[in-house]
């Protein structure tokens, strides 16, 4: 299957249709996108001599021809290589070298981020059905921007990592916006926490999919449906809303032991995968691929567990459990309970080690604008919800959790600050 043909039949079927919107000025529609994109192809085969199977980079950032480009390369049958805008030259010059890549597409403005990336040669996905595909005015996600798209124009949907539903949400109610445009957002690539989600459906209503996957096996592993997020009838309503739910039809999921052996049910194993949807290997990386991919089956290091009715809760990256004493603790299930308290905006808990029990739980908060916090009410909330030796023994205030291009909290760095004590975290009184 070639994605570009879905697009050649939809200018077809409806060749003056809307297409392409930057913000709300209409760019192109399905006939004018679909002769470009064939124009474009014929180039990149005939003119440049590019083959099938030829890889072909995209340095661009969020504009309507990144849709061109990438069309244009599936009609090519040729390899699309995205290449993440805010990447470091060094960091581009790698994927360049390593993916072989034959052309790079540029935008105007990363042209010379693509020069200093080839002088060092010494990876936001678009999919077209009938619908239009808007690029936000700005090129990025505002939260802003977003509601007024959704106030002036009729059935918009949007994937977002869940860091983005929650500053959507956060910016609807500041502004008492009902967002009537808006038909589903679909949320994944990162844990949505229970809070957080009951509050978007709070403002938004019934328009939220979950889907759970890793780039080894894209969108593909379980998926959690609008119904489901509304089903407040059902006497397991809060778990499933809280888990990823159930897997999709393609795939085969299960939990396991660290022997390759299945986990009962509520119990917690490592999330292997298998199916036509599971890549075959890491690009030039064999040793990678064979840590991963063992005996047909993707061992995508997730800890999770399913219930007696199929549905699967994720309890963390396998790398992030903390091994305290001798038992593991899921620092989302912490941080789960700490965003129950009002004055906590976002949260991230880590281990640090520690000479006598190996590690210690340390949870480092942003408080919510305008709020103060202290370690008594949290302690107090986690004395509520959990045992007490997953309590945290230490917390911090930060002013901001760093973040990849993807809105997913990087632990790493904050292992690092709080190794290197940081000023930038203030101990919590």
Request: charged share 20%.
């Amino acid at each position: 299957m070639n994605l570009a043909h879905h697009l050649l039949r939809a200018a077809k079927a409806n060749a003056s249709a809307p297409a392409l919107f930057k913000g709300l000025t209409p760019v192109a529609n399905y006939g004018r996108l679909a002769a470009t994109v064939a124009s474009l192809a014929a180039s990149l085969q005939q003119r440049l001599g590019l083959a099938r199977g030829d890889r072909v980079a995209l340095l661009m950032k969020n504009v309507p021809d990144y849709v061109a480009c990438l069309y244009a390369c599936w009609h090519a049958g040729l390899v699309a290589v995205p290449i993440n805008a805010k990447l470091h030259p060094r960091e581009v010059a790698f994927i360049l070298e390593n993916s072989g890549a034959a052309l790079v597409f540029v935008t105007e403005d990363m042209a010379n981020i693509a020069s200093e990336a080839l002088a060092l040669l010494y990876m936001v996905p678009h999919v077209l059905g009938m619908g239009a595909q808007i690029i936000p005015e700005s090129g990025r996600f505002e939260p802003d921007e977003i509601l007024e798209l959704t106030a002036k124009r009729e059935s918009i949907s949007f994937f977002a990592a869940p860091t983005m539903v929650r500053r959507l949400t956060v910016a609807a109610e500041a502004a008492g916006a009902t967002a009537p445009g808006l038909k589903t957002i679909i949320y994944g690539g990162g844990p949505m926490y229970l809070a957080d989600c009951k509050a978007a459906l709070g403002v938004f209503g019934p328009k939220f999919a979950q889907i759970y996957g890793q780039g080894e096996t894209p969108m593909t592993i379980t998926y959690l449906p609008k119904f489901m997020h509304v089903d407040t009838g059902h006497p397991r309503y809060e778990e499933r809303l809280a888990s990823v739910g159930i897997a999709q039809g393609v795939v085969q999921v299960r939990t396991v032991d660290e022997t390759g052996c299945d986990v009962a049910a509520d119990e917690i194993g490592e999330i292997i995968v298998r199916g036509d949807t599971v890549m075959s290997g890491y690009w030039q990386n064999p040793d990678a691929t064979a840590n991963t991919l063992r005996d047909g089956w993707l061992y995508t290091g997730d800890m999770g567990a399913f219930d007696a009715d199929g549905f699967l809760t994720l309890k963390d990256r396998s790398k992030d459990v903390i091994i305290s004493g001798g038992t593991n603790i899921y620092p989302r299930e912490v941080e789960e309970v700490l965003l129950r308290h009002e004055a906590v905006a976002e949260v991230s808990v880590i281990g640090r080690p520690h000479p006598e029990w190996g590690e210690e739980v340390v949870a480092i908060v942003v408080p919510a604008a305008g709020r103060a916090v202290t370690r008594d009410e949290l302690d107090q909330m986690c004395n509520a919800w959990i045992a007490r030796f997953k309590r945290p023994k230490h917390y911090y205030i930060i002013s901001e959790l760093p973040k990849n291009s993807y809105g997913k909290i990087v632990k790493t760095e904050l292992r690092t600050l709080l190794g290197e004590s940081s000023a930038r975290l203030t101990p919590m009184g």
